[in-house]
């Protein structure tokens, strides 16, 4: 995988690299629903949409409520959406200690890890990623988005003690990951992105760096992504924490966040998953692309277009289409 990314940095020509699974309940003619809850599905998903694209690497669902189901979060799911989770399920600290790290294979997560080796088995021609929330995602998730920003100052033991679980079992089943043959797994920290950078420091950047230090090598990367509008004033820390690459939403100046970037770390983004993926034309998702790629890639080989965030499972399949021809008539133009 050191030499994957090295070819990445060398290439001219880049392929893209889009979080781009769910819509592949459509390439299936089934739901969301039936997705999520079958691990044949999935692998069978990740296979027709590699065959359809010509991307840089397959990305597995990009769930962000499998590891709080885990935990014993309450999921709402719905046939054409994106599971999430309601409610928190830790309210003080006492709750925090008592709060149970489960074993990987606990509610979904086995499904999961299966689909992965299933995919694995069957898409040969590119790397396949994982992924899984980031700590500090998680530890929100159990308790209460909102609560966790006003915790950080009032409560912030009984956050540690949250995150501490949070990162003993992210760093399990990134590894049961690991075992399955994935190359990497692609790690979600959208609510990091609300931080400021003091607490960033304190409350994410040391557990996700925990994780990556347990499962990343020359065989298995760790891709860091955040979409938070707070990310310009976080790469410091965010950089500290050693990723392999780093992959950030549409909240963000692209073009500012390459140019504070080291030209050796590679870094992807941020075409707007909802509005040109989900809601644009054929013609916006062309000129969003070319407009992008001629502002990023002259001056910066580090860069690699992609999704801001993942894909909706609904978006149009004509858009997704001119999102790849784009890219290649951007390269074949160069």
């Known amino acids: 995988m050191r030499a994957w990314l090295d070819s990445q940095l060398r290439s001219k020509v880049k392929r893209a690299m889009p979080v781009l699974s769910f819509p592949a309940v459509q390439l299936m003619g089934i739901s969301v629903r039936e997705l999520i809850s079958d691990s044949d599905a999935q692998a069978r998903g990740m296979k027709l949409v590699a065959d359809r694209i010509d991307s840089a690497a397959s990305v597995s669902l990009m769930d962000l409520s499998v590891e709080a189901e885990c935990f014993g979060s309450t999921i709402r799911v719905s046939d054409d959406e994106v599971p999430t989770v309601v409610g928190a399920v830790v309210h003080d600290e006492d709750e925090a200690r008592a709060l149970e ?138 950089y500290s924490i050693g990723a392999s690459a780093y992959h950030f939403g549409n909240a963000v100046d692209m073009a500012d966040i390459l140019s504070r970037t080291p030209d050796d770390i590679i870094v992807m983004g941020n075409i707007d998953p909802a ?60």
């Open 275 to 334: 509005g040109e993926f989900r809601q644009g034309t054929p013609e916006s998702m062309r000129k969003a692309v070319l407009e992008l790629l001629e502002k990023c890639a002259p001056a910066h080989p580090n860069f690699i277009i992609s999704s801001g965030c993942d894909i909706p499972p609904l978006s149009k399949w004509e858009n997704i289409d001119a999102f790849f021809a784009a890219v290649r008539e951007y390269y074949g133009s160069c």
């Open 101 to 238: 790290v489960p074993k990987v294979g606990a509610a979904r997560s086995g499904l999961y890890v299966d689909a992965m080796r299933k995919a694995v088995g069957l898409i040969s021609d590119r790397p396949v990623f994982a992924g899984v929330i980031g700590p500090f995602s998680l530890a929100a998730r159990l308790l209460d988005v909102t609560e966790i920003m006003v915790d950080c100052y009032d409560e912030p033991d009984m956050v540690h003690i949250v995150l501490d679980k949070a990162a003993q079992f992210l760093t399990e089943y990134c590894l049961a990951y690991k075992a399955t043959g994935a190359n990497g797994v692609v790690v979600a920290e959208p609510v990091a992105g609300l931080l400021s950078p003091s607490l960033a420091e304190e409350f994410a950047a040391p557990y996700i760096n925990r994780i990556i230090d347990a499962v990343q090598d020359d065989e298995f990367i760790v891709i860091y992504h955040n979409c938070g509008n707070a990310v310009p004033n976080l790469l410091d820390t965010i």
